[in-house]
């Protein structure tokens, strides 16, 4: 890029000049009382002539909502803020449940950074609260297949439909990993991907194909091993520990970065991810500017070639002969359609969770902390709210056996939710808790794991939910606990999901989730209930 | 011409730009006033920019922010700042009337903007317009033709819109065509367009559709338009699921995806012509552009508010130098400079295109009540 560069400076010492000898002249370059040879060398005009740096952006704050996967995008950003003297302010969230938050006008967010607007532009409210969106970088949602397993079942060399990949699912021949498809936009596009070429319509599906591919859809399900809140932990978690799966469903970026796994994209084709950096309405000037900055950035070539280089995604860099040849499949244009496919992927199709949850109610719990856990539990029992939030309620078919703890076991509750779906008994239950004790987090721990397992079998989905506030008092410690672990098989495949609160021990939080292939949840900033929803997608 | 090759030719273009308006400085006014070629207003013009403010739909985004029109513009003493907005969405923008001009890409959503602000509007030209074309494969294409739903006459392709419309009304699958092998995808034969609701270039498809299905003539009452949307035309919309919401984005997706993944694109030529003549890279051996046929052209209409608009307005018609620029985005020029066009074309030696004036039959947009009516009819359905 040296040619750019000098001939800015050649440009920038003419105007200079210009601005000297012609003290009147307006000139927009002298006008601003920033010389344009003052800008940051390392900024070559745009390939897109529209790039051209006209506005002074530098000191604004771009607060960005964003799909937890746009995290691997940070070091391209931090180069984007140095150099235009901005600062990007990345909060994550689940792409469904970020955009119901945005489309209800809830947080203070300038941009949302989602994987896709799809899901967005099914409410009405879009066209009011969105300024403006550009696609970034594309990526679709495939499948990556171990590849001596993608040799035996034939699908390296030709593609399965999405039918045979079912029938592979069912019998047994293919064991898969996938995120939620509440919680995470791979997953949600995987279910579309596969309702919609099981429909057989060719064209995008409505309602009335929910209830007919229903049956499919719960064929498919038998297959799932591996469940996840998120594609970017659906990696981590197959590549701790591959074999309960053949491969995983997951962005085509994802996996071309394992080069164990085989791209493998069904004959009918896929939905592809399109990451449009979005300008919510109403944000300011500043928050434009900087918007337009940041996306003429992200959008010129160099960077579009890092992007591609980086990240594995297809961008203006790459070409149509460079992608994997694929079909694109149609994405509902209703919200209704949607949400039926997801309500009864949780409450019909899927594998049911068979959840262990232990609770702490030691006496350090006492007060603001008993009832931030009693609200987090309640939400999980809330079956009024509305949107992908009322899915992560407790649903039909589910098994929850609450294990409360302190110095010892406290109390049990088991509960199989009703097809009605009732949960009052749990929230009775929840509200009746009370605190007293130390905090024996191991010994009980042993008994909430064999509890799970004489629980779990090929049909549902067991993990055990860890929640504590401080560090353990009382015998057994983690050590001892481990080597019982170690020798008991039966519990071994059971995730522990370990909530961070209060006083609780990172470290060995840390060290059980890894021993168990589970999951640590931060909550240390307070919020329990955000933690819990977002535990519901991995369990 | 590679794209960087282009960056290197702009940068000295601006140079040049830049070395005159600083020699017109340091020299005085005088000298540079020779050089302007429009006479007599000139004199202050050296001196000072008039900043003109215009609202313009997005496919003229690169052309207004090409810095060879820039210059051309400063040559006029203007220096143009535009935004974009969605062309039907103009007559409702508040304050568009205080605007200096406002540039849609459709007649029939300029008639909406002279209808709603008949009194502020001085002038209406038409420098440019863009037919409608589809961006589509080779391999697809032999297959449509094999179906009689595709053919190339004179080394240009064309889709027969009656059969596709047809085709989309029976629920055809591409393996329901004859020789599907070479693309053997179970959707429906469906152009990809842009939101209906949202977007001119699917207005523009909407009214070409409607024209089709009428046979060859335009409707003119709201009652049969509300009928014919409810019958076949919503399908074209609604079958397609989720569509972006301006005429870049699908445009993008065929680019960086390819026709096997986006058979049938909705585009304007012009931004086919475009990436061929400033991106060629990404366009790959397989694409191909394909017109409907009949087509229906996207006329990029001028209305001026002010006088600042009506210079603009002069400088797009009638520039040489600008025709030029005008061409090299890819539209084709109107008036005494329309050569421009297949100059550019020819220049960069690019076949497939067709020529002026071969558009035996071009298909008429309805009025506005009459498309709106097909909209709103629409819309319910969503």
Redesign the interface.
Known sequence: MN??VT?RR??AV??A??CA??G?????ACGGGEPAASEPQGQP?G????S?PAVDVSGATLHVLAGSEVKDMLPILEDAEDELGISVELEYMGTLDGTEAVMAGEGDYDATWFPSN?YM??FDEK?SLVSQ?T?IM?TPVVLGVKAERAAELGWDEQSPTWAEVVDAAESGEFAYGMSSPVSSNSGFSTLVELAT?LS??????TADDVTAVAADLTRFAQGQALASGSSGWLMEAYDKDASAVDGVFNYESLILQDENLVEVIP???VI?A?YPLTLLAGRGEDAGAAYRALVDYLRR?DVQRRIADETFR???A????D?V??????????LETVRALLSSWVSDVRKPANMVFQIDTSGSMEGARLDALKAALVSLTDTGADGATSLLTFQPRETVHFVEFASEVKSEKDLEVAADGDLSEVRSYVEGLSTAGNTAIYGTLQHSLELAAQSRSGDNVTSVVLFSDGENTDWPSIVEFSSWYEATPEVQGIPVYAILFGEASRTEMEQLAELTGGRVFDAADGDLTAAFKEIRGYL | MGSRAKTLVAGVVLILAAIVVAGGIALGPGLLAGSEPADNESADQSQELTTVHGVIGSEKESLFADPEAKEIFARYGLDVQVTTSGSWAMAERAGIEQEDFASPSSEVAAAHLTDVHGDAVLSTTRPFYSPLAIATGSTVLDVLAANGLAEQRDGVWYLDMAAYLDAVANGRRWTDLAGSEAYPSSRNVMITSTDVRSSNSALMYLSLASYVLNGNAVVTSEDAAREQAMASLARLFLDQGYSQSSSAGPWESFLSKGPMNQPLTLIYESQYLEAQMNEPTRVTDEMRICYPDPTIFSDHVVVAFSEAGQRVQDVLDNDPDMARVIARHGFRVNGANSGAFSEQISQAGLTGYAADGTFIDAAQAPSYEVADAMLQTIEALY
């Open positions: 040619a750019p001939r050649w440009l003419l105007l000049l210009g000898l012609g009147a002249v307006a000139l927009s005009a390939e897109d002539p529209g051209e799809a532009s099914l066209s969106e696609s594309r070429a057989g319509t060719g064209a995008a599906i004959q009918d084709g592809t399109d070539d297809r961008t203006d790459t070409t149509a002969d992608a040849e694929a079909f694109e499949i149609p994405f509902p244009n209703r």
